[in-house]
């Protein structure tokens, strides 16, 4: 068995950190790049949404390294997201393909059923045995996020450009050879000194702006054609309301610390949004409140083209946007996207908080 995965930001590592403790062989998608979006996009349906046009590309290319198994996460509501192991799994039967797809929807209270369906990728590895191979994977996502915080917060301080980028690049190379998880914190440690070491400008205070929106479209640099680097290489500090560690916290740990805050951070956002509706919507409208509320100077919410939970949060924001005084812009990304045209609205939006912020500083 060779098991393959999407490919999101950094997730990649603790996926692979999990197999490798349970001793399964594992097929780690390329990066992805504008091949990987025209494989999938030429085998997807039209309307079918950016994240699952780029699943269908991460698989192809893993399929044909070997890789015969599909693990994704699950979902559920209106989102497609939920659909996505049916639909990809026909779409590579038609191709000829037949790979296995394992669904691990989050445990909900059902942990039995949850590590049953790793124990069946782990060609029945016992149940502690999968334990500590999680737990280890969970360090590893929990330290990859420290890590990506510390860059967010030193690109745009740097004093040397593009320092904070060499030392990530570096840390991807060194990672695709790692084997295990101890390897991988090993790294992970080594590259946040790294970090942490990159010489600042004295007493520079960037501005800050919030990312909010879908979670792969936030998280994945090529779908959002590398915002935070952009916004970072103009000395602006970023923050996502997602990330792999908030979301693993959310769904596959028992941290109370973490689900007391993320409640408290919900809440914020009855007056506008009340319930779940799918997809991250709720998250979005939440967490642009709270940032608004943790005076950030500005607001970017990122979706996938047609995806119907944004749509409803991207109608909400406006009216947020107005009630805390706070910059907003919406990006929608899709197959067509063009770099040339989005680099200009950032700079754009991102000249106008510089004005805003100078008037009110004035």
Not at 9 to 26: C, P, Q, R, S
Request: glycine share 8%.
């Amino acid at each position: 068995m060779k098991v393959t995965f999407p490919h999101m930001g950094l997730a990649y590592v603790a996926v692979k950190a999990l197999f490798d403790e349970l001793g399964v062989e594992t097929v780690v998608p390329p990066a992805i790049n504008k091949r990987t979006l025209e494989i999938g996009t030429k085998l997807s349906p039209e309307m079918a949404c950016l994240p699952l046009k780029i699943n269908m590309g991460n698989y192809l290319e893993s399929i044909r390294r070997g890789a015969d198994t599909i693990v994704l996460t699950g979902s559920c509501g209106p989102c497609r997201f939920g659909y996505y192991g049916i639909v990809q799994k026909e779409i590579l039967r038609d191709l000829g393909y037949d790979v296995d797809v394992v669904i691990l929807d989050p445990p909900n209270g059902d942990w039995k059923a949850f590590f049953e369906r790793i124990q069946k990728v782990s060609g029945n590895c016992s149940l502690s045995k999968i334990y500590k191979a999680f737990k280890r994977a969970y360090m590893v996502v929990q330290k990859c996020d420290e890590m990506e915080k510390t860059a967010l917060k030193k690109r745009p301080r740097e004093k040397l450009k593009g320092e904070t980028d060499q030392v990530l690049m570096g840390f991807e190379r060194q990672a695709a050879r790692c084997h295990g998880a101890m390897e991988i914190l090993r790294l992970i440690e080594e590259t946040r000194k790294e970090l942490l070491e990159i010489e600042e400008i004295p007493d520079f205070e960037p501005l800050k702006i919030g990312i909010i929106g879908e979670i792969y479209t936030i998280i994945e640099p090529f779908v959002n054609l590398y915002v935070e680097k952009k916004l970072g290489n103009m000395g602006v500090e970023s923050d996502k309301s997602l990330s792999v560690g908030e979301w693993v916290k959310t769904h596959l740990s028992m941290d109370l610390k973490h689900k007391h805050e993320r409640k408290r951070i919900m809440n914020k956002a009855k007056p506008y949004l009340g319930l779940c509706i799918g997809g991250h919507a709720w998250e979005t409208v939440a967490y642009a409140v709270h940032f608004a509320e943790c005076a950030f100077d500005g607001l970017i919410q990122i979706l996938p083209f047609g995806c119907m939970p944004e749509i409803v949060a991207e109608s909400i924001l406006p009216r947020i946007a107005e009630d805390k005084n706070i910059p907003l812009m919406t990006l929608t990304v899709d197959e067509m996207t063009g770099e040339a045209g989005y680099i200009t609205r950032l700079e754009a939006f991102v000249d106008m908080i510089h004005e805003k912020k100078g008037r009110r500083d004035g």
